[in-house]
């Protein structure tokens, strides 16, 4: 064989060879197959961001920075507060304000009817607590599946009844890493946030221009969002939180 043949057999041989692995497919595919691209980036920080008490701040402050951001949070609803003390400082979140809020992707959880503190009262008024105010946001939105406790109170007795009516609930303890967001300055947040490691759950109240320790300002809440934003943290609901 002289050097042009062996060349030819040899360029031969790899062409069947590369081509052979694709050879049963060839007859399906028109055009080879683009990889699909990878996977954005995960971060490892997740923020669970929740919106106690149902407050009408939470919609007219929050909801245009949580779009701005895609971040999720799951509003826990009082639903005998419902719609209540319209142009107050104490206005809750309307039924349309919540339909709104689950279309647009957030979290609707119970936070109970009347948001009595679950440890003073007996069985059946707990059992009203968690049955009426599942059935009265039923009635606005599918699928309410998680419970927040008032004051972040129950034990073991009241953790097994909540859970004959809901999927999950947050209280303090089985997610001590809770913070409620007050009044704090900005720097403060970013070092009580940061201390709570990769995971941590921030509660916010009212949203306005006021001091207290369950009150936020508008303008330290953007703050923070944006701060959140900037160190990465996934920010999402407690359902997404929990795989659901
Ligand atoms: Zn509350």
């Known amino acids: 064989m002289n050097k042009i043949s062996v060349f030819i057999v040899a360029l031969l041989i790899i062409s069947i060879l590369s081509i052979y692995p694709t050879l049963p497919f060839s007859a399906f595919a028109k055009k080879p197959q683009k990889p699909p691209p990878p996977p954005p980036p995960i971060s490892k920080k997740i923020c669970v961001l929740f919106f106690d008490d149902g407050f009408q701040n939470s919609y007219t402050v929050a909801l245009p920075i949580?779009?701005?951001?895609?971040?999720?949070?799951?509003?826990?609803?009082?639903?005998?507060?419902?719609?209540?003390?319209?142009?107050?400082?104490?206005?809750?979140l309307t039924s349309t304000q919540i339909r709104d809020l689950s279309?647009?992707?957030?979290?609707?959880?119970?936070?109970?009817?009347?948001?009595?503190d679950l440890l003073l009262l007996d069985h059946t008024q707990r059992?009203?607590?968690?049955?009426?105010?599942?059935?009265?946001l039923q009635a606005l939105i599918t699928n309410v599946?998680?419970?927040?406790?008032?004051?972040?109170?129950?034990?073991?007795?009241?953790?097994?009844?909540?859970l004959s009516v809901y999927q999950a609930y947050r209280s303090w303890d089985n997610y001590p890493n809770t913070i409620f967001v007050g009044s704090e300055t900005l720097n403060t947040f970013k070092k009580e946030v940061s201390a709570k490691g990769n995971m941590v759950f921030l509660g916010y109240h009212?949203?306005?221009?006021?001091?207290?320790?369950?009150?936020?300002s508008p303008t330290l809440?953007?703050?923070?969002?944006k701060w959140l934003y900037s160190q990465k943290y996934q920010v999402i609901s407690f359902l997404k939180y929990r795989g659901k």
Request: aromatic share 12%; proline share 1%.
């Open 103 to 116: 279309n647009k992707g957030f979290e609707i959880a119970s936070h109970s009817v009347t948001h009595t």
């Open 221 to 225: 809440f953007t703050q923070e969002m």
């Open 145 to 162: 599946l998680d419970f927040i406790a008032p004051y972040s109170h129950t034990n073991s007795v009241i953790d097994a009844e909540i």
């Open 127 to 136: 059992m009203y607590e968690l049955t009426e105010s599942n059935k009265v």
């Open 206 to 216: 009212q949203l306005r221009d006021a001091v207290g320790d369950y009150i936020t």
């Open 66 to 92: 949580l779009l701005k951001y895609n971040f999720g949070a799951t509003f826990g609803i009082i639903t005998s507060l419902i719609g209540m003390d319209q142009n107050t400082l104490w206005a809750r």
